[in-house]
């Protein structure tokens, strides 16, 4: 919107500038018109004169008014008067002919008003001697005129007299009118001296503005009636007037302002047809580019068929093109992985079967001669024990005993192989129950013993029933076991300082803490099978299972001061 | 000792090992069960013992076993589709099945339950323990609980 504002001031100022530029070449046209015009008039008033004028300066040459002149005496007089009579009575115009002598004095006057005071000298002898033969204007009267100022040559070029022809003004409106008609439309013309009568030709007008520069270049000012008005003068040669010819601005100026008049809107067109233009070029790019980068966005979201529309012939199809055919590899690769991943899932599940298989059939085959070797090396102890020395029995209760561990160890390798196949499952877990019911297990199967265990209250988590309980099992076991030389057994189980935590504790006989390390790796033990049984699998299951929900399981402990399992189970309950 | 109440005394014992054949048979003998054992190797004897076929075709069809103990991992016919042959008759559906076996697989659990079994026990490897769980068994399922009534006879 701000650019929109910019750009109109933009088109305002040009047209301005433009407006500006013509008015000025109008007013430099006009100027030069005007002027033109000026000198025209003011050559062609000369002009009119002119052939008068030259005519009387023979007339003056007559030997009766230079006899006039040089003897001034009644008889030379008398032989001037019908001379001066007879030039006075043309043309209609001329009212007084008068003939002064160099010094100025009055020396005889002809024409129809010669009875009226004689005006003196109207222009001055150097004046003449320069040239000028027209005075200013002056009233005769109620009429206007002017005095038309012709020499009277002496022997040698020197000047005797000065005849001087008053003529009024006769031009009528019409006449100043058609005048004015053909310098222009609208144009004024006046003719003046400074200081003096200004006349448009056949009345007296207002003098012009003081303080204007009544000769010299057009200039523009404000006329007597208030116009703006483009006007210059020039001097009319041989007179002391100044034409100055006026043309109301207003029609100089029409053409300009119409041009500002159709320009400003026209302007405003232009731009708005090139903004328009310019939005709606910039608006198919964005637009192309919006798409382009929505259409991206939707493939990183996942929709891999995704394309853009390759329209036109530019730098964005190719852009279009570049990316139509990366998607095409997307495409390509995310269907290329697919597949791989339903390939090796389907193996993978192919080789958990298996194994599922395996490990079932093996553990089930292999506790078939467990049990034979267990079973019937009892029997023999039974049946003929008595007859067996000390060492023999011993033997076989050696075999029975370690039938029972391979018994146990099978167990323990079928569950920790079932841990790493099986799908975790995710239920709400009530571990003080779990741990409840396991304890009664342990209670049930040593009633002798008396273990004060402490289950806290309260203890959930989320997780794989069967699998958990696994782990409480083994922890819980862990627990029973190694308190069963101490005296004041305590365990407990409750909630750890850690979130979501957990931790199993005991005052038994813990474990090397140097060793700590080697506790979760199956098969380790830190106590000989002497001390304490065990196949020392269950912490590597345990942990393992804990590590599938995500969480944690370590140990702390150290020998002879009991231990302490803790563990983390996500979503246990704060 | 013979345990029953009236109608038949027989365990039927469906076992492929020898050995666990033997255990079994001892466990029974060391608790003073006395019943007759008959011992069939694999799902096809069970079957012919229970539809008095092949070898037992003279058997009285009317006399049924007070309990079967039924091993799941057998050759030819597996348990649960003896499991299954029991269930689907009229004249054996209602025997007392357990099914005595080493699996804990949860999968086992589920089709023994499923197909109709009336009690599953896993097979201690110790001996004491599997004689103790015998012993229970005996108590129970041959003391304590009701028998069916044999079929062939009304009410």
């Known amino acids: 919107m701000a650019f929109l504002g910019l750009l109109i001031v933009v088109v305002g100022v040009f047209s301005w500038a433009a407006y500006q530029a013509a008015h000025g070449g109008a007013l430099v046209a006009a100027r030069a018109r005007v002027e033109a015009v000026t000198a025209q008039v003011a050559s062609i008033l000369v002009g009119n004169v002119e052939s008068f004028r030259s005519q009387r300066t023979a007339a003056a040459d007559d030997p009766r008014v230079t006899g006039a002149l040089a003897t001034p005496s009644p008889s030379t007089l008398a032989a001037l008067q019908p001379y001066l009579d007879s030039l006075a009575a043309s043309p209609t115009e001329l009212r007084t002919l008068v003939l002064h002598a160099a010094d100025g004095t009055v020396v005889a006057r002809a024409g129809r008003a010669a009875d009226e005071a004689t005006p003196p000298l109207p222009t001055a002898p150097e004046a003449v001697a320069a040239g000028q033969w027209a005075s200013a204007f002056q009233r005769y009267g109620p009429t206007l005129g002017f005095a038309v100022t012709v020499r009277v040559p002496g022997a040698s070029g020197t000047t005797v007299g000065f005849l001087v022809h008053h003529v009024e003004l006769t031009a009528t409106p019409d006449d100043a009118g058609g005048i004015a008609d053909l310098i222009g439309e609208g144009a004024s013309l006046v003719l003046g001296t400074p200081g003096g009568i200004w006349i448009d030709l056949v009345d007296e007008v207002p003098s012009p503005p003081e303080g204007l520069a009544l000769q010299g270049p057009a200039a523009s000012y404000e006329n007597a009636e208030g116009h703006t008005v483009l006007g210059a003068g020039a001097p009319v040669a041989g007179t002391p007037w100044i034409v100055r010819v006026e043309f109301p601005e207003d029609g100089l100026l029409a053409a300009p302002r119409a041009l500002l008049a159709r320009l400003f809107p026209l302007g405003l067109l232009v731009l708005a047809g090139g903004a328009a233009a310019g939005w709606g070029l910039s608006h198919r790019i964005t637009r192309r580019l919006d798409r382009l980068s929505g259409a991206a966005a939707a493939i990183a979201d996942g929709d891999y068929q995704r394309r853009v529309p390759e329209e036109g012939d530019d730098e964005l199809t190719d852009l279009a093109r570049a990316f139509n055919s990366m998607a095409q590899q997307v495409e390509g690769a995310h269907e290329r992985l697919e597949s791989e991943v339903a390939k090796r899932t389907a193996e993978l599940r192919g080789a958990n079967r298996e194994l599922e298989a395996f490990s079932y059939s093996v553990s089930h085959d292999l506790r078939a001669p467990l049990r034979a070797i267990h079973g019937f090396s009892r029997a023999v102890m039974e049946d003929h024990g008595a007859a067996l020395p000390e060492a023999g029995r011993a033997d076989l209760a050696r075999v029975c005993a370690a039938a029972e561990r391979m018994g146990a160890l099978i167990d323990d390798l079928l569950a920790l192989s079932r841990t790493t196949r099986a799908e975790l499952r995710h239920e709400p877990l009530d571990l003080t129950a779990m741990a409840t019911d396991i304890v009664a297990d342990l209670r049930h199967g040593a009633p002798d013993r008396d273990v004060d265990v402490r289950i806290a209250d309260g203890l959930v988590a989320q997780g794989d029933h069967a699998l958990m309980r696994l782990v409480l099992r083994n922890l819980l076991e862990n627990a029973w076991k190694f308190t069963a030389r101490q005296d004041g057994a305590v365990i407990e189980f409750a909630r750890s300082a850690e979130p979501e935590g957990f931790v199993v504790r005991d005052n038994g006989a813990g474990f090397d803490a140097d060793y700590a390390h080697k506790l979760f790796k199956p098969f380790q033990r830190l106590h000989s099978a002497d001390e304490f049984e065990g196949s020392g699998v269950g912490l590597a299951l345990s942990l393992r299972i804990l590590e599938r929900h995500g969480g944690r399981l370590w140990a702390e402990g150290s020998e002879g001061q009991g231990a302490a399992f803790h563990f983390t189970l996500p979503g246990g309950a704060p | ?155």
């Open chain 2, 1 to 155: 000792m013979t345990i029953s109440e009236g109608g038949s005394d027989v365990i039927l014992l469906v076992e492929d090992n020898p050995d666990d054949h033997e255990l079994t048979r001892r466990a029974l003998e060391d608790n003073g069960i006395a019943n007759e054992i008959v011992w069939a190797r694999d799902g096809v004897e069970a079957l012919d013992y229970l539809f008095c076929r092949g070898p037992w075709q003279d058997r009285d069809p009317t006399v049924q076993p007070q309990v079967v103990l039924l091993d799941l991992k057998l050759p030819r016919v597996d348990g649960i589709e003896v499991l299954r042959a029991i269930r689907a008759d009229a004249s054996t559906s209602l025997v007392p099945v357990i099914v005595l076996t080493s699996s804990l697989e949860e999968n086992d659990l589920v089709r023994s339950y499923g197909n109709g079994a009336n009690s599953y026990v896993r097979k201690p490897v110790d001996f004491t323990e599997f004689r103790e769980a015998v012993r229970s068994l005996g108590l129970y399922w041959l003391l304590l609980n009701e028998a069916p009534p044999p079929r062939g006879r009304t009410g």
